[in-house]
């Protein structure tokens, strides 16, 4: 018995053994798995509205429930609209010159009728006054409704408030004190794990004995000149105000340099900008420190094998946007794709954007005749709402890119698309990137292409392996593996910094909030059991050190992910989970 019915069967002070009352039992579970309420919601829920209609409290009946469903219905209603509300005032400055650029919706209104006209309106009525999408009432969906998901989800804990900060408004002390908190971390985490280098050092300090230091690797642009990569010449070390007075120290790597407890057989260690280091040497007193020895960063540990729990199982889709080509906004790629999960009907299905691409040439150019809401409405939340009517138990997750229009926080980390954006309670809005699990099997998922910002900045220093660890057999060690290994020895879903200018419009990066962009809570924690991030890249499906890391490309591309997980079985997560790259067809 699930810890939600035994609560409901307190509550009510009912047993299992009474037909009639495991009926309304099963209908309170229903209730509250479809509202994400605890059993002590519901009852609040209940004493409230009875309280109010008969000034008395009632016993829980079946009609009691059909009550119950409407006036949380109301409530979200009301919600709805109230946000929508303050949209229409605070809305107007999402989108810079576009949201008020008569050129968006393409042509003057003359001459035009029905809702062409309509849609050449001035932008106060696109942009001022969005209109909402309701929330409709269970009557009005034209297929069952899900009692219970195929899934359990849990997300992150925090509102969506608390996401959703005023950006370009950081000042340089938040910025450093963000820099500073990470390597005072990543500090930490290195006299952990090596429990015989005593202290950490100062690594502008001169000194006739070697001494082990964390800083964060910086490009020396003066020294190398405007569009020169990472290189032996190039290399500044950044340290905290804690362990180095925030000093810079130009770097040298020793000829014989040692790359000590990294995984067996890589046979060398990847630099780029941001990337926080642990070095073994000295400042000998030429005004830079030379390393003898490279420290590898130890590995995110593995999660915990979960039970042996066939009900545990599921199936997943995962696709990526852009859904639709560049030269038109037809999204055959999608509706492609909408129609193969109607016919497989996963318990899940990943989407993340972009889903309306403020970079796509149409919208660029104003060659559309519908806002960017009235676009989402009819080529997603309308299918997605056909998809949920013919397969009620499955669940649909939504992550955006800074690059959606639809989207008033357009940098990263960036907060989930506003409730607005979401007709069903089975459609979950995830923020950029996100951590959340499923049936205990914990995801980390990122829209941002840090594969490919990572290969351009990526530099490749050889060196002697000591003491490494040795990897499984068949680990993968090829490039697209190293560089999603950066992602989670750096513990980060975006590890460079600063963000290359070429790229920079890619990220949007807001560095004092950087804590949203961990991959993990804490650095002890385990590594994510999936981690999906989607790049121009080519695609693949490896298991890298303890996690499945998948990158399905973009749906334009004609390629998407599927994944299972076999709660049957004994070992690790990775061990139990199977993805592929399948092709649209």
Not at 31 to 58: F, H, P, R
Request: hydrophobic share 40%; aromatic share 8%.
């Amino acid at each position: 018995m699930s810890s939600l019915h035994s609560d409901i069967c307190e509550w009510l002070g009912a047993t299992d053994s009474e037909e009639d009352s495991e009926t309304l039992i099963n209908e309170c579970v229903s209730i509250c798995q479809m509202y994400n309420l605890t059993a002590q919601d519901l009852q609040y829920k209940w004493e409230a509205l009875s309280y109010g209609k008969a000034q008395t409290i009632v016993r829980f009946t079946r009609e009691s429930a059909v009550d119950m469903k409407a006036q949380i219905q109301r409530e979200i209603q009301a919600k709805n609209a109230s946000s929508v509300s303050k949209s229409a005032v605070t809305t107007g400055f999402a989108r810079g010159k576009l949201a008020n650029s008569a050129k968006f919706v393409g042509v003057n209104a003359k001459g035009l009728t029905g809702p062409l006209k309509a849609a050449a309106r001035p932008p106060k009525a696109l942009f001022g006054g969005m209109a909402s999408v309701p929330v409709k009432l269970e009557q009005d969906f034209d297929g069952p409704i899900a009692s219970s998901s195929r899934v359990t989800f849990v997300g992150q804990k925090e509102a969506r408030q608390n996401r959703a900060y005023r950006y370009m408004y950081e000042t340089l002390g938040e910025r450093s004190e963000t820099l500073d908190t990470q390597l005072d971390g990543f500090g930490e985490l290195i006299l952990k794990h090596y429990r015989d280098i005593g202290q950490l050092g100062h690594p502008g300090v001169f000194s006739e004995e070697s001494c082990v230091v964390v800083g964060r690797i910086v490009l020396d642009a003066e020294a190398s000149g405007p569009g020169v990569k990472l290189n032996d010449q190039s290399l500044i070390l950044e340290a905290s105000r804690a362990h180095g007075d925030g000093l810079r120290v130009p770097l040298q790597l020793a000829p014989d340099l040692k790359i000590r407890g990294g995984f067996k057989g890589l046979g060398g260690v990847g630099l780029f900008p941001g990337a926080v280091v642990a070095l073994k040497g000295r400042n000998g007193g030429g005004g830079y420190f030379i390393a003898s020895e490279i420290l590898a960063i130890p590995p995110m540990p593995a999660s915990p094998a979960p039970p042996s729990n066939v009900a545990a199982s599921f199936d997943m889709c995962i696709a990526c946007g852009p859904f639709t080509p560049d030269a038109n906004l037809d999204y055959k790629p999608w509706n492609t794709l909408i129609s193969n999960l109607k016919t497989s009907k996963p318990a899940v299905v990943l989407l993340l954007g972009p889903f309306v691409d403020a970079t796509h040439t149409h919208i660029r150019d104003g060659m559309v005749d519908e806002t960017p809401l009235d676009t989402f409405k009819r080529q997603f939340i309308a299918p997605l709402g056909d998809f949920l009517s013919q397969s009620p138990t499955s669940t649909v997750l939504l992550v955006p890119s800074v690059n959606d229009i639809i989207s008033d926080h357009a940098v990263f980390p960036q907060c989930e698309l506003d409730d607005e954006f979401r007709s069903d309670p089975r459609i979950r809005l995830l923020p950029n990137p996100a951590r959340f699990s499923l049936n205990g099997i914990s995801f980390a998922v990122c829209s941002v292409d840090v594969l490919y910002h990572l290969r351009k900045e990526e530099y490749i220093r050889r060196g002697e392996e000591v003491d490494s660890i040795v990897c499984e057999p068949g680990a993968a060690s090829d490039p697209m593996s190293n560089l999603s290994r950066y992602v989670l020895q750096q513990r980060s879903f975006y590890p460079i910094f600063p963000v290359s200018l070429d790229v920079a419009h890619e990220v949007n990066l807001d560095v004092s909030h950087s804590a949203e962009l961990r991959v993990a809570e804490s650095p002890d924690d385990p590594g994510p059991d999936v981690m999906v991030l989607p790049s121009r890249l080519k695609h693949f499906s490896k298991v890298v050190d303890n996690s499945v890391v998948v990158n399905p490309s973009y749906l334009t591309k004609g390629t998407y992910a599927t994944l299972s997980y076999s709660g049957q079985g004994t070992g690790f997560p990775k061990d139990r989970i199977s993805a592929d790259i399948a092709k649209l067809t």
